[in-house]
């Protein structure tokens, strides 16, 4: 793969977006920016943004898109990304981010190198996130399937591992609603632009790890020609 490549992830919730993006980070080292991640580290703050963030998380509503542009335009002005590139994951969302986006990199000369959509039904999703658990405080994702070493407690950092508020059966039926009629729609936006690749999010987790690092690296050097 390019040094410095930025990748873009979509998928339906549950599609195992955040745990093939810490892996992909960290194999081509690059930063993983987690739109869902700052959101839930404003809400762990307990400052006034991370509290109107919770009242949408919890609905399972997305926040207004000049609200999470200008989140994601000042992270990728930041060094490490300007320098080194980025995944991200949860971002864009909407038409009107994948916009702000494009412009973000033509401004900065910087463009989206691709864009994978992590394809899983709908059917598995939802038994995925009924099982999925996550750490308080690094975030790091288990499954009931997959659980950490020692009683919910995080291999990662020793934090309290539980499901998240916003994994109630209601708000995540509305995720998938607003993920069908608002960001599915990107898959042919990108896919218009020549950037989409669609990678198949089923089976174990590493063999889909091998799967996105095959498929990513095949066409970013058919991108560099
Ligand atoms: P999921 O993919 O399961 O919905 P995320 O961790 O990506 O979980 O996001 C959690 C919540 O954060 C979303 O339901 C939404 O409320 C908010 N959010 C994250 N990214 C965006 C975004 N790009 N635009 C609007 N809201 C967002």
């Not at 975030?139 to 291999?155: E, F, M």
């Not at 498929?215 to 050097?221: E, P, Y």
């Amino acid at each position: 793969m390019i040094p410095g490549a930025r990748l873009v992830l979509l998928g339906r919730q549950g599609a195992g977006k955040g745990t093939q993006c810490v892996r992909m980070a960290r194999h081509y080292v690059v930063p993983h920016i987690s739109t869902g991640d700052m959101l839930r580290m404003a809400v762990k703050e307990g400052t006034d943004f991370g509290r109107k963030a919770k009242e949408f998380m919890d609905a399972g509503e997305l926040l207004p898109d000049d609200v999470m542009c200008g989140i994601v335009r000042e992270r990728l002005a930041r060094e490490d990304t300007t320098n080194r590139g980025y995944i991200l994951d949860g971002f864009p969302r909407t038409v009107g981010q994948a916009d702000e986006l494009a412009s973000i990199a033509r401004e900065g000369g910087q463009p989206v190198d691709l864009v994978v959509d992590l394809e899983v039904p709908e059917d598995i999703v939802i038994q995925r996130i009924s099982k999925r658990r996550m750490c308080v405080d690094c975030q790091t994702n288990y499954s009931v399937d997959s659980p950490p070493r020692y009683d919910w407690t995080c291999d990662n950092c020793g934090g309290e591992v539980l499901q998240r508020d916003d994994d109630t059966e209601e708000a995540i039926r509305h995720r998938l609603e607003i993920y069908s009629e608002q960001t599915s729609p990107l898959i042919e936006w990108y896919s218009e632009r020549g950037l989409l690749v669609v990678v198949d999010g089923l089976g174990h987790p590493d063999d889909v790890t091998q799967r996105l690092i095959r498929d990513v690296d095949h066409r970013t050097r058919r991108i560099v020609g």
